[in-house]
């Protein structure tokens, strides 16, 4: 458990904050933090078991800065559960996608901080914090159907979520692609909803100017050549609705 600083100009800083479940039957969850001079942005929170150390650390971190942002990039529970911890004790806006905004409250948001919830279109959407640009970038169906990613030029980091996903590994950045896949392979099969929608996906992206991937389970893609390899795996991988036999059967008694 743990942070490990990502990048740090100065004024600009991004911070992973890894395994703060510390192991158990809990799926292991990164958190990511984004801090520019005074404001910053903290990435799919997580769940309650792990709350209080992440708000924790997150206020560590920003030293005399205040939380403006939450970013929630689709509606799974180690991503949401915590949300209204978050907005009952800070003044941050909240961001998710427009087609969770009615059900992420079922998670037990308080009426008090509902008003700080705000949808995110479909195209995606820019944000400010504190002078420094970023972008939401839409990703839909990987794997949610309202499903978005942030892009950090300063940094120049791609948070992709559940893409980029591995399990079963205690690395913290990937140096052997082929030997990693196995660890990814099998979730982004399965999750993932087909190759026409990480296609898409990878056409987006390319032209962007990324130093690292980084994803919300597992490890981190840095430096250009693995974070070529990975889109380019991505951009080839069939998955999803192009490995299930499209007619379901009754199961055997």
Same mark, same amino acid.
Request: charged share 20%; proline share 0%.
């Given at each position: 458990m743990g942070n490990l600083t990502l990048f740090d100009n100065g004024n600009h800083k991004n911070f992973l904050l890894e395994d703060f479940a510390q192991g158990g039957?809990?799926?292991?969850a990164n958190q990511h933090l984004i801090v520019h001079g005074d404001a910053g942005m903290i990435l799919d929170p997580g769940g309650h078991k792990i709350y209080n150390k992440v708000f924790s650390e997150t206020r560590s971190l920003l030293g005399k800065g205040s939380l403006k942002y939450l970013f929630l990039s689709h509606q799974d529970p180690d991503i949401v559960a915590a949300a209204n911890g978050w907005l009952m004790t800070t003044d941050a806006e909240a961001y998710a996608s427009n087609l969770w905004l009615r059900f992420i409250p079922h998670f037990g948001l308080d009426h008090l901080v509902a008003e700080r919830l705000h949808g995110i279109p479909?195209?995606?959407?820019r944000l400010d914090l504190g002078g420094s640009e970023l972008l939401v970038l839409p990703?839909?169906?990987?794997h949610s159907c309202g499903n978005f990613q942030v892009y950090d030029p300063t940094s120049k980091i791609l948070y992709s979520g559940d893409l980029g996903a591995s399990v079963g590994?205690?690395?913290? @950045? *990937?140096?052997?692609f082929d030997a990693h896949i196995p660890a990814m392979e099998g979730f982004h099969q399965r999750y993932m909803a087909s190759n026409a929608v990480?296609?898409?996906?990878?056409?987006? *992206?390319r032209p962007l100017d990324i130093e690292i991937i980084a994803p919300q389970h597992?490890? *981190?893609f840095k430096g250009k050549e693995q974070v070529g390899r990975?889109?380019?795996?991505c951009e080839a991988? @069939?998955?999803? *609705?192009?490995?299930?036999?499209p007619e379901f059967t009754i199961p055997d008694r």
């Open positions: 039957i809990a799926v292991q479909d195209g995606g959407m990703a839909h169906f990987l590994i205690d690395y913290r @950045e *990937v140096t052997d990480m296609a898409a996906w990878a056409r987006m *992206v597992g490890a *981190v990975f889109i380019d795996w991988l @069939e998955c999803g *609705v192009d490995l299930i036999v």
